[in-house]
């Protein structure tokens, strides 16, 4: 099955600070979404991005679908960003169809 | 996301209880799913309907039976858990199971077994 790896596992940010997070994966995908998971367990739909570049906010993301990885920028972060990020694929073909996720990227941002 | 409405929100059981988890979307999407979380994990995959009809089972105990009552409602009904099922069961939805077809999620409902 398709392998997905998210670096880095932990990070800490002083309020105001940007940061990337990277999103690797082993195999072609159809589709791929960021998720941000709050304290209170609330998964939220960030980006789908399975290529290209979008915009949100202080959010942007970048997916380069040829070299299997995906990177999501956090721009002057908030205390309201902490929390666990998320980045799910999903392979349609090959008789098997579902939306494998990463371990997560878990960050802390203080104020 | 808020479209897709789980509950109740927490819920407390003993092994010998029989309970019922819902999930209800109005979006129109003809695929549903359950994943599982334990603490500090990923979500893990559960069961998937497309169309109303059961179209994957990633080998859950048959304490988990899931139901698709119609497109718009989605069940996890629960019999003589372990402590070790305590977790917090995510449903989800989308268009279909195709390509441009991404998941959301509901709240979730946290789920202790006693």
């Known amino acids: 099955g398709i392998q997905v790896e998210q670096s880095p596992p932990d990070l800490i940010l002083q309020e105001g600070a940007n940061s990337t997070l990277r999103c690797n994966f082993s195999?072609?995908?159809?589709?791929l979404q960021w998720f941000h998971q709050n304290p209170w367990g609330q998964l939220i739909n960030l980006f789908y991005i399975p290529s290209g570049t979008k915009q949100n906010g202080r959010l942007s993301a970048t997916t380069v679908a040829t070299e299997r990885y995906s990177l999501l920028y956090i721009s002057s972060s908030q205390t309201t960003d902490s929390g666990v990020y998320f980045c799910a694929v999903r392979r349609i073909s090959g008789g098997y169809n579902k939306l494998i996720f990463g371990a997560g990227t878990r960050l802390a941002v203080h104020p | 996301d808020t479209e897709v409405t789980q509950t109740p929100k927490h819920l407390v059981m003993g092994m010998t209880n029989k309970k019922s988890l819902k999930c209800e979307q109005h979006?129109?999407?003809?695929?549903m799913y359950w994943y599982k979380q334990k603490a500090k994990k990923p979500p893990e995959l559960m069961f998937v309907?497309?169309?109303?009809?059961?179209?994957i089972n990633e080998s859950v105990p048959s304490r988990f039976s899931p139901e698709c009552p119609n497109s718009s409602l989605l069940n996890l009904h629960l019999h003589a858990l372990q402590p070790e099922d305590s977790a917090l069961y995510l449903c989800?939805?989308?268009?279909?199971?195709?390509?441009?077809?991404?998941?959301?999620f509901g709240n979730g409902t946290r789920l202790t077994v006693t």
């Open positions: 989800a939805s989308s268009q279909g199971q195709g390509e441009n077809s991404p998941l959301h």
């Open positions: 195999d072609s995908v159809n589709n």
């Open positions: 979006m129109g999407h003809r695929a």
């Open positions: 309907y497309s169309y109303e009809k059961l179209s």
